[in-house]
């Protein structure tokens, strides 16, 4: 299992990855679905320049994407927020992620979630805010599974805060 951060150089493993995923589902969005083969290098350089902070659209945040790899192929992604605005404590939070359809119930959700968690600690968060569709209990034991203590449960959207072990 490895966690490697978006790259401008990423291959098409990647592409059709995404394209797989579909559009987004329980509040997860995937902006790269539908997108051409030959968008995705665009596509790269937006989100790359996203997690450096270039050219932020006043409703955004930095953002670093992630990509879990299972020997050697590309099974999920996460998005990891450098810090939240108003709307993302309200949906959204630091964390989101997804699995490829063929690839869910192997673990790697609760794999993902938790080297997300290591990365936000790397960025000096000390807790993580995760929101999830009150129905969604696949995601819910993922985040519960990873020390995720719920705070409040408001139209159909739980808030869970994952508290960072530092040392």
Not at 12 to 29: A, C, H, K, S, T
Not at 94 to 109: M, N, P, S, T
Request: with cysteine.
């Amino acid at each position: 299992m490895e966690l490697r951060s978006l790259k401008l150089t990423d291959g098409y493993d990647i592409y059709e990855m995404l394209q797989g995923i579909g559009p987004g589902e329980n509040g997860f969005v995937n902006s790269a679905y539908g997108i051409r083969r030959g968008q995705f290098r665009s596509y790269l350089r937006q989100h790359w320049n996203i997690s450096q902070g270039i050219n932020l659209m006043p409703q955004y945040v930095q953002q670093t994407i992630y990509w879990l790899y299972v020997d050697g192929r590309p099974v999920g992604y996460g998005k990891l927020r450098h810090r939240l605005n108003e709307a993302l404590l309200e949906r959204g939070g630091h964390i989101g992620y997804v699995i490829r359809l063929d690839e869910r119930g192997k673990g790697y959700g609760t794999l993902l979630l938790r080297e997300l968690v290591r990365e936000a600690a790397g960025l000096g968060l000390t807790e993580v805010l995760l929101t999830v569709d009150e129905d969604n209990l696949r995601s819910r034991r993922v985040i519960e599974g990873n020390e995720g203590v719920l705070s409040d449960t408001k139209d159909g959207i739980c808030k869970y805060w994952i508290t960072i072990k530092t040392g």
